[in-house]
């Protein structure tokens, strides 16, 4: 399809790549970068319920986006193989979740400092929690959940930021 998109035989295509591998490695590389975007962009926001909000919203419209027909997020299903010739490209797409999430991080814990969240907000677990409601969007969304759907749940998702079960006293 790619070839066929770009009007180029697939021999051609390969030959620009090496390999099926090669050119799996580099578009999910291409493509986890739009991600990391959503990251940078939603970090300056003025609250991190904002942040939050903007972060699960922008992704669910990126997961959902119609006119490229695959529904969910490229990385994570890349992320899911577990085989020798996608193995670099795991570690790429581990390396940059890490990156983004150390960046959302940071930046709650400022929310704490200015006193957006209340103080012993545990920062790592809001982190680790808005990560695993991007991840679960990403699947609902490859299992056909529909964008309105998925809205619902990524502009409920920032109060969770301000719960009590968040703070240090009430460590998991």
Same mark, same amino acid.
């Given at each position: ?91 790429? !797409?581990? =390396? *940059? ?6 960046? %959302?991080?940071? +930046?709650? @814990?400022? #929310? ?13 677990? !809001?982190? =680790? *929690? ?6 679960? %969007?990403?699947? +609902?969304? @490859?299992? #056909? ?28």
């Amino acid at each position: 399809m790619l070839a066929t998109a770009l009007g180029i035989s697939s021999s051609s295509l390969y030959a620009a790549f090496g390999t099926k591998a090669a050119l799996f490695d580099e578009a999910v590389r291409t493509y986890a970068q739009r991600y990391s975007e959503i990251y940078a962009g939603a970090v300056p926001e003025p609250t991190v319920a904002r942040v939050i909000e903007r972060l699960l919203t922008d992704s669910v419209n990126e997961f959902t986006r119609a006119n490229e027909g695959h529904p969910g997020c490229l990385t994570s299903s890349a992320v899911m193989a577990d085989a020798p010739p996608t193995s670099n490209v795991r570690a790429y !797409v581990a =390396e *940059l979740q890490s990156s983004d999430e150390d960046l %959302l991080t940071s +930046r709650i @814990e400022r #929310g704490i400092q200015e006193g957006d969240l209340t103080a012993g907000t545990n920062a790592s677990l !809001v982190t =680790e *929690l808005v990560q695993t409601i991007w991840h679960g %969007l990403s699947v +609902r969304a @490859e299992l #056909g959940a529909t964008r309105e759907e998925l809205l619902r749940i990524a502009t409920t998702a920032p109060t969770l930021a301000r719960q009590d079960p968040l703070s240090q006293s009430r460590k998991a």
